[in-house]
């Protein structure tokens, strides 16, 4: 394989990552506080969709502050039923993913009409970084993407910080593990959970920021096709560490960059059997790793 | 209050809040309401056509995974990866109905159908059931939640089923992304004049079938034992929960499985990219609004028949796109589970606990 080709692959393979780290980065918080938020697919739908009106209204910038917003209102929703109401979380999370498909369809159509096909949004430029971006094969790879890739790179130490060595990340972390013996050491579990749920959907609703802004161009029904889905599969592979689940997401932005890379090789392969790697690497991984890792104790409990 | 009238007035409550906030959602964006729940209403009872033909085929698959997944649920499996399931039985059907469907067709017509129509389900069945094995022996053997492996294969199976309908098993003149019509003798008979068939048959049968099966056996005990309270069922017990679980689990892909060899074999006679419409979905919607009671599934698979078939309606008189009926969908889910963590924690309350 050539240089040039590899570092074309590379630079896909940051790319597709880099909407799976925000998304995956955001459940990992949510998750050390124990809640299991399957809703991030649709807070990236939303998001996704934030990111198409705010862009069409004031250009890319106002998109991304558009989406973060759509993930924050629907994590709201789901922290309000799933631990303000105390109801099932994965039951909760699989309906807000429902109800994020069916509005942000009725509002995409509404908006842009029943056509709606071949929108083109205003998109992120490009940030070359100055030096990093001239080492050879992975410097244009990991710094030559936009802006929101950066943003993404600088949250891994951020979180791991916030994490592991603040009080807010101790108390994060104590609910996560036993939402009873942090309530009697005096933690006010509800808020910190709160809390972590909705950095959690901010941050997906980042990540369908850069899908539609720096990855794709456009919006559609159903755009994020199970990414949120992934990203969780992701923080159990990156077991519940920042810096691993950085290492994870590059792992599957590889995986579904594969296809690009392979297509041109191996001609008769159909192009389905790429679409459906991905979800069986995550398979594969997830039944190697799930022994050898601990997850929050108190993951999904009230 | 009788529980069945409790739970049937529950559900329409349910009901009528989720239409509540679709009607409110449309105003907010700017579509005609009142229109639209009238169009709504018009498509799903406003003929015996949409009722046999509209409303009550919709329902054969709704029922089907709708048990499935009351099944599942009941033994402590999350299955949230119907939709796959029933994939891997349309994909089975097709398979076997296109094969089977040559080989009988020397039989005489009767004959051909009785003996294809059998081994085209019973293909659905296997296919759907070993679908939901691999989620089965990645809980059981490596521990990974069932939640994540069933709703990651919800996207093998589209894929698959994309791959089939432009590969192999592609219409021979490849054309079109879809397979050949299955031959008469691979489909089910259908009500002369309607595209109601004889699969409504079947799901009735099973629901009561699956009813009978937790109120008078032992493993129904076992089953509702494991769901209810796993650590008790094991230790007081003595309920190998595990097997439990794996074959709640099992049960519920063969249903999701049959239902789309039914939708095969029954309704579209050919494979096609998102042959379902979220129906691995909305039969969460299904269960839990039925309070994963097999007999009571039947009407709230009708109920959300009806909802969609409506809601194609909605979209074809009204303009209002289908898909916000995902909304409805989403809010019944919630009053419902709201009211059992609300029932949960009263009845927390009334034995002593700590809430």
């Known amino acids: 394989m050539n240089e040039s080709l590899l570092t074309a692959f590379l630079t896909a393979a940051v790319r597709v990552a880099t909407p799976l780290l925000l998304a995956a980065l955001g459940e990992t918080v949510s998750e050390r506080g124990g809640v299991i938020n399957l809703g991030i697919e ?8 934030g990111a198409a009106l705010g862009a069409t209204a004031g250009g890319p910038w106002a998109g991304v502050l558009a989406a973060i917003a759509g993930g924050l209102l629907v994590s ?28 942000t369809g009725a509002i995409y159509r509404s908006a842009y009409g029943t056509a709606g096909v071949g929108l083109s949004l205003p998109t992120l430029p490009v940030v070359v970084v100055p030096g990093l971006s001239d080492i050879p094969v992975v410097g244009p790879a990991f710094f030559q993407q936009s802006a929101l890739t950066y943003i993404a790179y600088l949250l891994v130490p951020v979180l791991w910080w916030s994490l592991f060595r603040t009080r807010f990340g101790l108390t994060l972390r104590a ?17 910190v959970r709160v809390i972590g749920v909705l950095i959690g959907g901010a941050l997906a609703g980042l990540a369908g920021a850069s899908l539609v802004l720096a990855q794709v161009g456009t919006f559609a029904e159903k755009m994020t096709a199970g990414r949120g889905f992934i990203a969780i599969a992701i923080v159990v592979l990156g077991s519940w560490h920042p810096g691993r689940v950085f290492g994870a997401a590059l792992f599957f932005g590889a995986a579904m960059a594969l296809q690009f890379l392979l297509q041109s090789f191996l001609l008769g392969v159909p192009y389905q059997v790429f679409l459906l790697l991905p979800y069986l690497l995550t398979l594969l991984v997830l039944a190697g790793v799930v022994g050898q890792v601990r997850a929050p104790a108190g993951l999904g409990k009230g | 209050m009788n529980p069945a009238v409790r739970s049937l007035l529950s559900a329409v409550a349910a009901m009528g809040v989720g239409l509540a906030v679709l009607a409110l959602g449309l105003t907010l964006s700017g579509y005609d309401a009142i229109a639209a729940l009238s169009a709504m209403g018009a498509g799903a009872f406003g003929s015996p056509d949409a009722i046999l033909s509209a409303v009550l085929p919709r329902a054969i698959p709704l029922i ?4 499935g997944i009351g099944l599942a649920f009941r033994g402590g499996a ?27 067709s020397g039989l005489g017509a009767t004959w051909a159908r009785l003996v294809t129509v059998p081994m085209v389900l019973l293909a659905a069945v296997i296919a759907g059931m070993l679908w939901a094995a691999v989620p089965v022996i990645l809980k059981l053997r490596f521990g990974v939640l069932e939640v994540i492996s069933t709703l990651l294969l919800n996207f093998v199976g589209e894929a698959l089923v994309s791959w089939m309908v432009q590969g192999p098993l592609q219409e021979s003149k490849h054309i079109y992304p879809q397979s050949d019509l299955l031959p008469v003798a691979a489909r089910l008979p259908q009500l002369p004049g309607t595209r109601l068939h004889l699969g409504l048959a079947l799901a009735l049968l099973l629901a009561v079938t699956l009813w009978a099966f937790g109120r008078w056996t032992l493993a129904g005990f076992a089953l509702r034992a494991t769901g209810a309270n796993p650590v008790a069922a094991a230790v007081v017990g003595h309920i190998n929960t595990r097997r439990v679980f794996g074959l709640a689990l099992l049960g519920s892909g063969a249903l999701a499985g049959l239902a789309g060899g039914a939708e ?11 042959l379902s419409p979220g129906y691995g979905f909305t039969g969460i919607a299904v269960a839990l609004l039925a ?10 698979g009708l109920l959300f028949a009806a909802l969609e078939a409506g ?30 963590a609300r029932r949960r924690r009263v009845a927390l309350r009334a034995a002593g606990g700590e809430v």
């Open chain 2, 264 to 274: 095969v074999s029954g309704t579209t006679f050919a494979l096609f990219q998102n």
């Open chain 1, 42 to 49: 649709g807070a990236m739908l939303a998001g996704a969709l």
């Open chain 1, 76 to 103: 709201a929703a789901f922290a309000a039923i799933a631990i303000g109401a105390d109801a099932d979380q994965i039951i909760t999370g699989t309906a807000m993913t429902l109800a994020s498909i069916g509005l």
């Open chain 1, 175 to 191: 609910s996560g593990e036993s939402a009873e013996h942090a309530r009697a050491a005096g933690v006010r579990v509800t808020r």
């Open chain 2, 78 to 104: 999350l299955n949230i990866g119907a939709e796959g399931q029933f994939y891997a039985g349309a994909i089975a059907a097709t398979w076997v109905g296109l094969l089977v469907g040559g080989w009988t």
């Open chain 2, 291 to 300: 309070q994963l009671n097999p007999l009571a599934t039947i009407g709230t």
């Open chain 2, 64 to 67: 089907l995974i709708g048990l």
């Open chain 2, 311 to 340: 809601a194609s309606g909605m979209q074809r008189d009204a303009g209002v796109p289908a898909i916000a009926v995902y909304v409805v969908e989403a809010t019944i889910i919630i009053v419902v589970i709201v009211a059992e």
